[in-house]
C-alpha cells in the first residue's frame, strides 16, 4: 500500500500550530516514514496535488475570500480534513473580531493605532481578498477530524500524523485533549 | 429512608435527599455546573439530567427528591446526548473561547466537563453578542461574556453572607449578572467577602489580582487560620514559587464553612509597605544596616542594667496578632525574667480585660460559641459594628434574617446593621448600660422575664427618659428579643457586662463577645491586658510584627529614652526606633491561635520568609541566650490556668 498523502496549509492563524507540528523535533522522521509529505506552507510545494491528497490539515479560521477559497481547494482535494488548532476548530483568536463590526476592525488596524500616521488608510485594491466575519472551519466546509489546541501539543500531532498515516482515525480525549 | 436503584445499584437514603446527593453518596458520578454542596439546589444547568423510570423526560437529579422504589439511570445514551447538547448550548450562547480566560486549563468547570465529555469542537457556532464587563470594584472583576447563569454567586452572596448584593437582570440569553438595582459593582453595597469569585465555575466572577498567577494545579495549597480577627476562620492559602496566589475560605471547616471577609481574601494580596529586610541600629542618629549579632548586643547592653527593675525598667509590648507561642515566650522574657510590670499586648486589654475580670468573679466561663447564631431566633447587637469588623460573624447574623430571625441593635454610634435590624436603639444621652436596663423593664412589663431582676417596670418610663427615647422603643425591642427562640447577645467587650449578663438571663440568651484581634482571648489567658502607661522606664520593647500600632501607643512610645521594634515593615514606629528587628509576617510563621470562642487552632507557614526576618520566638530565643536566661514552660498549660469567659478547647 501507498503512504497516504498529506498537505498541509494555513488560513486566518498565528502559524504556530504548524511550529508546534516542527515541535516534534526528530518524530518528523518517523511521520515521514509513515506518510507522503507533500505541499506545506513552510515546504517548496504550496498546493496539494491536482490529483488530490489523502490527508489535507488546515491551521487557521477563515477570515476572507481567500482564506475561503483556500479552504474550498483543500476540501475538494483530500479525502479527510483536519482542522488544526484553536482558530480552526473554533474561530480563536482572531474571532474576537466578530464582536465588532469589520469596518470598526478595519478602522483599528490600519488608521487608529498607535504607529500609524495621518497617512494611515484602509487598503481597498480590487485584487485584494475581501474580509469576511472570521467562522470555524466547519463553518464553511465538512471537517472530519477536529484537533483542537493553541497550540495543539507536538505529542497530539504527532499521535493524530501516526494514526492517519497508519489509516486509523484518531480518538483525542484525556491529555490529548486541550482547548488551550 | 426511602429504596433506590441507580444504574442497577439498589441504595438506601433517608428521604429528601436528592438523587443528585443520593448518587455522589454511593460513588456515581453525575457531572453539575450549577450545583455546589454548600449552597441550595437550583437546577439551572441541566447538566445533571438522568433517566427516572416513569418520568416523561429526563429529570434534573439535583432539584428531584428520591422517592420511594425509584429507578434512576445516569449512563445511558439519551442522558449522556443531553449532556453533550446542554454543553453544546452553554457554549454557544456566550464567549466562551479558552486561549485568553483565565481560568482555562485546569480552574474552568466549564472546559472540565467538556473534556469529560470528549468534546472536540462545538457542534455549534458561538452568536458573537457582546455582553456587559465590569471592572468597577478594586478586587472583583464581573464578566458577562463568560458567564452560564448558574447563578452560584447570586446564591453565595444571598445564602452565605445575607448581602443580596448580586443578582439578575433581564430573562434568557439575555440575562446579566447586576449589583443592586444595576450600579457599578464598586459603587454597590458588595461587601468585598469575594465568595462571589470562590464558588464561580467559569471565568465569569474573576479576582482580579491572582488571574493569571497560578491554577490550582501548579500551585501549593496551606490550610491554616486567618489571623485578621478573633474569629479565627480557616483559610486555604494558595502559593506558588513561594508568593502569595490568592487565599480562599476553607469549605470544610466547621466554623467558617467557606465563607471569610474582605480581611482575609484581600487584605493580604493589598500593596504592603516596605518590608524590613536587615536588623536596623542606630548610630550617630541615623538608622544603619546591623547584624542580628549587633543588634541583639545593642539590646542587652541597654536592658542588662535594668532587669529586675519592675516599674522603671523595661516596657514591652507584643500585637495580638502574634502566635500564642510568641506570646508566651515574650511574657515570660519580659515579665518573668526581666521582672517588668508593664508587659502588655497592642490592644491593652481593651476587648477582654473587662470580661476576664468578670468571668475572675463568677469563676466560670459564660460565653457560648458563634454555633448559637444558627439556630438563634433573635440576635441582639450591642456596640459591637460587625460591618466594620469580625465580618463573618455579620455575615452569620445576616444569613439568618431571611428565615425570619429577629435583629435588635442597641448601640450609641453608627452601626452597619442597622439598616437590617427589626429595631434599633441608639441613645442620645445617659450611660451605656442605661439602655439594656431600660430592655429589661420592658421586658418585666411584658411579663417575659425568664429570671428574676431587681428592675421593676416601673422603672420603664424615668429609664428611657434617661436615654432620650420613648417607652414604646424599648417595649419594641424588649418585643423583638423575646419573641423568638434561642436569642443571642453578640457584644464588644465593656465595664456594662454585669447588667449585659443580667439581660441575657433575664431573656434567657447566649452570650458572645467578638474580643479584638486574632489573639485577643490568648492575650488576656496569659494576664496581658493591661492598659501602656509609661512613667520613668528607660527600655520599651515593641514587637509589632505585621500588625499596626495606634497613635497613642506611639506617643507613649515615644517618651521612652531607648526604643527597641520588632516589625515586618517601615513604619512611623520604625522610624523612631533605636534597634529594628525585622520579623516574618502571619504567612511565614507557624503557631497557636485561640479563636474568640475558645477554639485553639493551629495557623502553617505558607511562605518562607526571607533570610534576615525572624519569627518572635526565634527572636526571644536568641535575645535570652544573650541575656544569659532561659525560656521554657508549657504555654497550652497557661492558657488553662485563669477562667476564661468561654471554654477553651485543649
Given at each position: 500500500?501507498?503512504?497516504?498523502?498529506?498537505?498541509?496549509?494555513?488560513?486566518?492563524?498565528?502559524?504556530?500550530?504548524?511550529?508546534?507540528?516542527?515541535?516534534?523535533?526528530?518524530?518528523?522522521?518517523?511521520?515521514?516514514?509513515?506518510?507522503?509529505?507533500?505541499?506545506?506552507?513552510?515546504?517548496?510545494?504550496?498546493?496539494?496535488?491536482?490529483?488530490?491528497?489523502?490527508?489535507?490539515?488546515?491551521?487557521?479560521?477563515?477570515?476572507?475570500?481567500?482564506?475561503?477559497e483556500?479552504?474550498?481547494?483543500?476540501?475538494?482535494?483530500?479525502?479527510?480534513?483536519?482542522?488544526?488548532?484553536?482558530c480552526?476548530?473554533?474561530?480563536?483568536?482572531?474571532?474576537?473580531?466578530?464582536?465588532?463590526?469589520?469596518?470598526?476592525s478595519?478602522?483599528?488596524?490600519?488608521?487608529e493605532t498607535?504607529?500609524?500616521?495621518?497617512?494611515?488608510?484602509?487598503?481597498?485594491?480590487?485584487?485584494?481578498?475581501?474580509?469576511?466575519?472570521?467562522?470555524?472551519?466547519?463553518?464553511?466546509?465538512?471537517?472530519?477530524?477536529?484537533?483542537?489546541?493553541?497550540?495543539?501539543?507536538?505529542?497530539?500531532?504527532?499521535?493524530?500524523?501516526?494514526?492517519?498515516?497508519?489509516?486509523?482515525?484518531?480518538?483525542?480525549?484525556?491529555?490529548?485533549l486541550?482547548?488551550? | 429512608?426511602?429504596?433506590?436503584?441507580?444504574?442497577?445499584?439498589?441504595?438506601?437514603?433517608?428521604?429528601?435527599?436528592?438523587?443528585?446527593?443520593?448518587?455522589?453518596?454511593?460513588?456515581?458520578?453525575?457531572?453539575?455546573?450549577?450545583?455546589?454542596?454548600?449552597?441550595t439546589?437550583?437546577?439551572?444547568?441541566?447538566?445533571?439530567?438522568?433517566?427516572?423510570?416513569?418520568?416523561?423526560?429526563?429529570?434534573?437529579?439535583?432539584?428531584?427528591?428520591?422517592?420511594?422504589n425509584?429507578?434512576?439511570?445516569?449512563?445511558?445514551?439519551?442522558?449522556?446526548d443531553?449532556?453533550?447538547?446542554?454543553?453544546?448550548?452553554?457554549?454557544?450562547e456566550?464567549?466562551?473561547?479558552?486561549?485568553?480566560?483565565?481560568?482555562?486549563?485546569?480552574?474552568?468547570?466549564?472546559?472540565?466537563?467538556?473534556?469529560?465529555?470528549?468534546?472536540?469542537?462545538?457542534?455549534?457556532?458561538?452568536?458573537?453578542?457582546?455582553?456587559?464587563?465590569?471592572?468597577?470594584?478594586?478586587?472583583?472583576?464581573?464578566?458577562?461574556?463568560?458567564?452560564?447563569?448558574?447563578?452560584?454567586?447570586?446564591?453565595?452572596?444571598?445564602?452565605?453572607?445575607?448581602?443580596?448584593?448580586?443578582?439578575?437582570?433581564?430573562?434568557g440569553?439575555k440575562?446579566?449578572?447586576?449589583?443592586?438595582?444595576?450600579?457599578?459593582?464598586?459603587?454597590?453595597t458588595?461587601?468585598?467577602?469575594?465568595?462571589?469569585?470562590?464558588?464561580?465555575?467559569?471565568?465569569?466572577?474573576?479576582?482580579?489580582?491572582?488571574?493569571?498567577?497560578?491554577?490550582?494545579?501548579?500551585?501549593?495549597?496551606?490550610?491554616?487560620?486567618?489571623?485578621?480577627?478573633?474569629?479565627?476562620?480557616?483559610?486555604n492559602?494558595?502559593?506558588?514559587?513561594?508568593?502569595l496566589?490568592?487565599?480562599?475560605?476553607?469549605?470544610?471547616?466547621?466554623?467558617?464553612?467557606?465563607?471569610?471577609?474582605?480581611?482575609?481574601?484581600?487584605?493580604?494580596?493589598?500593596?504592603?509597605?516596605?518590608?524590613?529586610?536587615?536588623?536596623?541600629?542606630?548610630?550617630?542618629?541615623?538608622?544603619?544596616?546591623?547584624?542580628?549579632?549587633?543588634?541583639?548586643?545593642?539590646?542587652?547592653?541597654?536592658?542588662?542594667?535594668?532587669?529586675?527593675?519592675?516599674?522603671?525598667?523595661?516596657?514591652?509590648?507584643?500585637?495580638?496578632?502574634?502566635?500564642?507561642?510568641?506570646?508566651?515566650?515574650?511574657?515570660?522574657?519580659?515579665?518573668?525574667?526581666?521582672?517588668?510590670?508593664?508587659?502588655?499586648?497592642?490592644?491593652?486589654?481593651?476587648?477582654?480585660?473587662?470580661?476576664?475580670?468578670?468571668?475572675?468573679?463568677?469563676?466560670?466561663?459564660?460565653?457560648?460559641?458563634?454555633?448559637?447564631?444558627?439556630?438563634?431566633?433573635?440576635?441582639?447587637?450591642?456596640?459591637?459594628?460587625?460591618?466594620?469588623?469580625?465580618?463573618?460573624?455579620?455575615?452569620?447574623?445576616?444569613?439568618?434574617?431571611?428565615?425570619?430571625?429577629?435583629?435588635?441593635?442597641?448601640?450609641?454610634?453608627?452601626?452597619?446593621?442597622?439598616?437590617?435590624?427589626?429595631?434599633?436603639?441608639?441613645?442620645?444621652?445617659?450611660?451605656?448600660?442605661?439602655?439594656?436596663?431600660?430592655?429589661?423593664?420592658?421586658?418585666?412589663?411584658?411579663?417575659?422575664?425568664?429570671?428574676?431582676?431587681?428592675?421593676?417596670?416601673?422603672?420603664?418610663?424615668?429609664?428611657?427618659?434617661?436615654?432620650?427615647?420613648?417607652?414604646?422603643?424599648?417595649?419594641?425591642?424588649?418585643?423583638?428579643?423575646?419573641?423568638?427562640?434561642?436569642?443571642?447577645?453578640?457584644?464588644?467587650?465593656?465595664?456594662?457586662?454585669?447588667?449585659l449578663?443580667?439581660?441575657?438571663?433575664?431573656?434567657?440568651?447566649?452570650?458572645?463577645?467578638?474580643?479584638?484581634?486574632?489573639?485577643?482571648?490568648?492575650?488576656?489567658?496569659?494576664?496581658?491586658?493591661?492598659?501602656?502607661?509609661?512613667n520613668?522606664?528607660?527600655?520599651?520593647?515593641?514587637?509589632?510584627?505585621?500588625?499596626?500600632?495606634?497613635?497613642?501607643?506611639?506617643?507613649?512610645?515615644?517618651?521612652?529614652?531607648?526604643?527597641?521594634?520588632?516589625?515586618?515593615?517601615?513604619?512611623?514606629?520604625?522610624?523612631?526606633?533605636?534597634?529594628?528587628l525585622p520579623s516574618?509576617?502571619?504567612?511565614?510563621?507557624?503557631?497557636?491561635?485561640?479563636?474568640?470562642?475558645?477554639?485553639?487552632?493551629?495557623a502553617?507557614?505558607?511562605?518562607?520568609?526571607?533570610?534576615?526576618?525572624?519569627?518572635?520566638?526565634?527572636?526571644?530565643?536568641?535575645?535570652?541566650?544573650?541575656?544569659?536566661?532561659?525560656?521554657?514552660?508549657?504555654?497550652?498549660?497557661?492558657?488553662?490556668?485563669?477562667?476564661?469567659?468561654?471554654?477553651?478547647?485543649?
Open positions: 500500500m501507498a503512504k497516504p498523502k498529506v498537505s498541509s496549509d494555513w488560513l486566518a492563524g498565528c502559524s504556530g500550530c504548524h511550529m508546534s507540528l516542527l515541535d516534534m523535533d526528530e518524530r518528523i522522521a518517523q511521520v515521514v516514514a509513515l506518510v507522503d509529505l507533500r505541499s506545506t506552507p513552510i515546504t517548496d510545494f504550496k498546493h496539494p496535488d491536482e490529483s488530490g491528497v489523502d490527508v489535507g490539515i488546515l491551521e487557521g479560521g477563515i477570515n476572507n475570500s481567500s482564506n475561503e483556500v479552504a474550498l481547494r483543500m476540501r475538494s482535494h483530500c479525502k479527510i480534513l483536519v482542522a488544526l488548532g484553536d480552526a476548530v473554533f474561530g480563536g483568536v482572531p474571532a474576537m473580531r466578530n464582536f465588532f463590526t469589520i469596518e470598526e478595519l478602522r483599528r488596524a490600519y488608521i498607535e504607529s500609524t500616521d495621518e497617512s494611515g488608510k484602509i487598503p481597498n485594491d480590487p485584487e485584494l481578498c475581501v474580509p469576511t466575519k472570521v467562522r470555524a472551519l466547519q463553518d464553511v466546509v465538512p471537517v472530519d477530524v477536529f484537533v483542537p489546541g493553541c497550540p495543539p501539543d507536538a505529542d497530539t500531532i504527532f499521535y493524530v500524523l501516526s494514526e492517519l498515516g497508519q489509516g486509523r482515525m484518531p480518538d483525542l480525549k484525556g491529555d490529548k486541550a482547548w488551550n | 429512608m426511602a429504596t433506590i436503584t441507580i444504574n442497577g445499584n439498589t441504595l438506601e437514603v433517608p428521604d429528601g435527599t436528592t438523587v443528585l446527593r443520593a448518587a455522589q453518596a454511593a460513588g456515581i458520578d453525575i457531572p453539575t455546573l450549577c450545583d455546589h454542596p454548600h449552597l439546589p437550583y437546577g439551572g444547568c441541566r447538566m445533571c439530567l438522568v433517566e427516572v423510570e416513569g418520568a416523561r423526560t429526563l429529570q434534573p437529579s439535583c432539584t428531584l427528591p428520591v422517592n420511594n425509584m429507578v434512576i439511570k445516569t449512563d445511558t445514551k439519551k442522558v449522556l443531553a449532556r453533550k447538547f446542554v454543553l453544546t448550548l452553554i457554549f454557544s456566550r464567549n466562551h473561547f479558552c486561549p485568553y480566560c483565565q481560568v482555562s486549563g485546569g480552574d474552568c468547570e466549564l472546559q472540565n466537563a467538556a473534556y469529560a465529555e470528549g468534546m472536540t469542537h462545538w457542534p455549534l457556532q458561538p452568536n458573537y453578542q457582546p455582553y456587559p464587563m465590569d471592572a468597577s470594584h478594586p478586587y472583583i472583576i464581573l464578566e458577562n461574556n463568560r458567564c452560564i447563569l448558574c447563578r452560584r454567586c447570586v446564591r453565595a452572596c444571598g445564602e452565605l453572607i445575607g448581602n443580596y448584593t448580586l443578582g439578575f437582570e433581564e430573562r440569553a440575562s446579566i449578572l447586576v449589583a443592586d438595582t444595576g450600579v457599578p459593582l464598586g459603587e454597590s458588595c461587601v468585598s467577602c469575594g465568595s462571589c469569585v470562590q464558588v464561580c465555575p467559569t471565568g465569569a466572577v474573576i479576582d482580579r489580582w491572582s488571574a493569571y498567577r497560578g491554577r490550582e494545579t501548579q500551585v501549593d495549597i496551606t490550610n491554616t487560620v486567618c489571623v485578621g480577627c478573633s474569629v479565627g476562620c480557616k483559610v492559602v494558595l502559593t506558588r514559587d513561594n508568593s496566589v490568592r487565599i480562599e475560605g476553607d469549605w470544610e471547616a466547621e466554623m467558617n464553612e467557606g465563607v471569610i471577609c474582605e480581611v482575609g481574601r484581600f487584605n493580604p494580596m493589598k500593596e504592603k509597605c516596605e518590608r524590613i529586610a536587615t536588623p536596623l541600629v542606630r548610630k550617630n542618629g541615623t538608622l544603619k544596616a546591623a547584624t542580628w549579632d549587633e543588634a541583639l548586643n545593642t539590646i542587652t547592653a541597654q536592658l542588662k542594667p535594668i532587669a529586675g527593675k519592675s516599674s522603671d525598667g523595661v516596657a514591652a509590648l507584643i500585637s495580638t496578632r502574634q502566635p500564642v507561642e510568641a506570646i508566651y515566650n515574650f511574657k515570660q522574657l519580659f515579665a518573668d525574667k526581666l521582672g517588668s510590670e508593664m508587659v502588655t499586648t497592642t490592644e491593652e486589654g481593651a476587648f477582654t480585660a473587662d470580661s476576664a475580670v468578670f468571668a475572675d468573679s463568677l469563676n466560670k466561663e459564660f460565653e457560648g460559641s458563634l454555633k448559637d447564631l444558627q439556630s438563634a431566633g433573635a440576635v441582639m447587637v450591642f456596640g459591637a459594628d460587625l460591618v466594620k469588623h469580625h465580618q463573618v460573624t455579620g455575615f452569620f447574623i445576616k444569613r439568618k434574617l431571611a428565615s425570619g430571625t429577629n435583629l435588635l441593635i442597641v448601640d450609641n454610634q453608627e452601626n452597619g446593621l442597622a439598616r437590617l435590624a427589626n429595631k434599633v436603639i441608639k441613645a442620645s444621652k445617659g450611660t451605656k448600660t442605661d439602655p439594656l436596663k431600660a430592655i429589661m423593664a420592658a421586658v418585666v412589663k411584658l411579663g417575659l422575664a425568664k429570671a428574676m431582676t431587681p428592675i421593676k417596670a416601673t422603672d420603664l418610663d424615668s429609664l428611657a427618659a434617661s436615654t432620650g427615647l420613648i417607652t414604646d422603643d424599648y417595649l419594641d425591642a424588649a418585643y423583638v428579643l423575646t419573641s423568638a427562640e434561642n436569642p443571642v447577645i453578640v457584644y464588644e467587650s465593656g465595664s456594662e457586662l454585669v447588667t449578663k443580667e439581660l441575657a438571663d433575664v431573656v434567657n440568651a447566649k452570650l458572645i463577645s467578638v474580643k479584638g484581634e486574632a489573639n485577643s482571648l490568648a492575650a488576656s489567658q496569659l494576664h496581658l491586658d493591661k492598659a501602656l502607661k509609661v520613668g522606664h528607660k527600655a520599651v520593647f515593641f514587637a509589632v510584627g505585621d500588625d499596626e500600632a495606634s497613635q497613642k501607643t506611639v506617643k507613649e512610645f515615644e517618651k521612652v529614652p531607648f526604643k527597641v521594634v520588632l516589625a515586618t515593615y517601615s513604619s512611623a514606629l520604625t522610624s523612631v526606633a533605636d534597634v529594628v516574618t509576617n502571619w504567612l511565614e510563621q507557624d503557631g497557636h491561635y485561640l479563636s474568640l470562642e475558645g477554639k485553639l487552632q493551629e502553617k507557614q505558607a511562605i518562607k520568609p526571607a533570610e534576615g526576618a525572624w519569627s518572635t520566638v526565634q527572636t526571644m530565643n536568641a535575645l535570652a541566650d544573650k541575656l544569659g536566661v532561659k525560656l521554657a514552660g508549657d504555654w497550652t498549660k497557661e492558657l488553662h490556668k485563669r477562667v476564661s469567659v468561654v471554654e477553651i478547647s485543649k
